[in-house]
């Protein structure tokens, strides 16, 4: 019976696989395994009582509103907000260069769908979103890999990429997803201006943005550009922006944006109307009751505190625990660093190893779209308790000790 329905698969579903980090949550679901593998923000951030108070006055005020179908670009009033925070960053938009999506994820798959036909080429970071590369390869493209250094996407391979004509570039500048580096000011500008001069446009992705622990803010690749791009009626210039409330409100909510040039949002609108005709109203409804007056600034510098000390605790713990000859970033903000292992390791056998220790990570390879990265590995520190990220890298410690042993020997 299952090789009836294999037969009439589309062919995209042969570029389709599950990402390995919903398969390993799985795994963890066992209340012994200390996991570091998920992108998860600590359920501690999240602000229980204020969407309480939100939700019950959203549907005393306005349930027939938000219990109705909406538009497709989102609630005005939370596009407006957006509007609002974005031009803190000099950047002139209107609620029409808004457009509200489930999530991130559901903008990745928009623009993948918009822009990409099969064997179309796509820069991206290597390592890079693991996410991005499951959105897009249900549309076949090709990728070029610019590698990242401590101060992120290296330049002169960059140039050598674009030679390529690439249809967009797809960067993460603050606190890479998952190498945990930051594009510096000199990086991100001549990035802007290689693309400007290209005519090749960038994703910038900034779910992370506001979680900054130390240093200070850089601007973001659409100020820059934005800078470029100055007068007119709003921006048109050469990004697109997208970003979430996962970091800062909660993942539950699945409430991302995109913000970009008019015209890429009507497209993107049209896209998405055949996908789900618009992110629920309710939840629209709520978060920008949650969000405003102020609440969010106030919510997201606590949120720092919080994280800034679980990084600190996870940096001292790797330095207590981990052996000689394996190196790690030291991330300025987000959720996660980055482990390379010595060559020969790799961190695929390393899990199976650490997964009797009853600790877990997401092996390195799944972050790279020509499949390298085998002696890499992603640590997520915002959901675990200094306590809890102390024993689970004593744990995996232990673990590399074994498997680095076994590489000696070989």
Request: avoid cysteine; glycine fraction near 8%; aromatic fraction near 8%.
């Amino acid at each position: 019976m299952s090789t009836r329905w294999e037969r009439l698969y589309a062919q995209r579903m042969q570029h389709m696989s599950s990402s390995i980090i919903r398969e390993l949550l799985k795994l963890t679901q066992r209340p012994e395994v200390i996991s570091f593998a998920g992108g998860l923000p600590s359920p501690d951030t999240f602000p229980v009582e204020k969407f309480q108070q939100a939700a019950e006055k959203v549907l005393r005020e306005q349930s027939g509103q938000a219990l109705q179908y909406g538009a497709t670009e989102g609630y005005p009033p939370l596009r407006e907000m957006i509007a609002r925070h974005t031009a803190r960053y000099g950047i002139q938009v209107t609620p029409d260069h808004i457009l509200i999506t489930n999530g991130s994820q559901q903008a990745l798959d928009l623009l993948g769908k918009l822009f990409l036909d099969p064997g179309d080429h796509v820069l991206v970071e290597k390592p890079t979103y693991l996410g991005a590369l499951q959105a897009w390869n249900a549309y076949q493209p090709r990728y070029l890999s610019v590698p990242l250094d401590d101060e992120g996407m290296q330049i002169p391979a960059l140039e050598q990429a674009l030679k390529a004509k690439p249809k967009f570039i797809y960067a993460l500048p603050n606190f890479h997803n998952p190498a945990g580096v930051t594009l510096s000011l000199e990086r991100r500008g001549q990035l802007v201006a290689l693309a400007e001069e290209q005519g090749i446009p960038i994703v910038e992705d900034d779910p992370y943005g506001q979680l900054r622990y130390e240093g200070e803010h850089l601007p973001s690749l659409m100020t820059l550009d934005a800078g470029r791009h100055v007068g007119g009626k709003g921006y048109a210039g050469n990004v697109i922006y997208l970003s979430t409330f996962s970091k800062t409100l909660a993942p539950g909510l699945r409430l991302g944006w995109v913000v970009a040039p008019v015209n890429v949002i009507q497209q993107l609108t049209r896209a998405k109307q055949g996908a789900d005709l618009h992110t629920s109203t309710f939840v629209q409804l709520v978060a920008y009751e949650t969000a405003r007056g102020g609440f969010l600034d106030e919510h997201v510098r606590q949120i720092r505190q919080l994280y800034k000390q679980r990084r600190d605790a996870m940096l001292a713990a790797l330095e207590r625990h981990f052996p000689k000859g394996v190196r790690w970033t030291h991330p300025a903000g987000g959720l996660f660093l980055w482990v390379t292992l010595p060559e020969g390791a790799d961190t695929a056998e390393l899990l199976q190893v650490a997964i009797k220790e009853d600790v877990a990570f997401v092996p390195g390879y799944a972050f790279f779209a020509d499949g390298s990265g085998k002696n890499t590995m992603r640590l997520n520190f915002s959901y675990s308790p200094p306590q809890i990220i102390e024993e689970g890298i004593r744990r995996l410690g232990r673990a590399l000790d074994h498997a680095l042993a076994q590489v000696a020997v070989h």
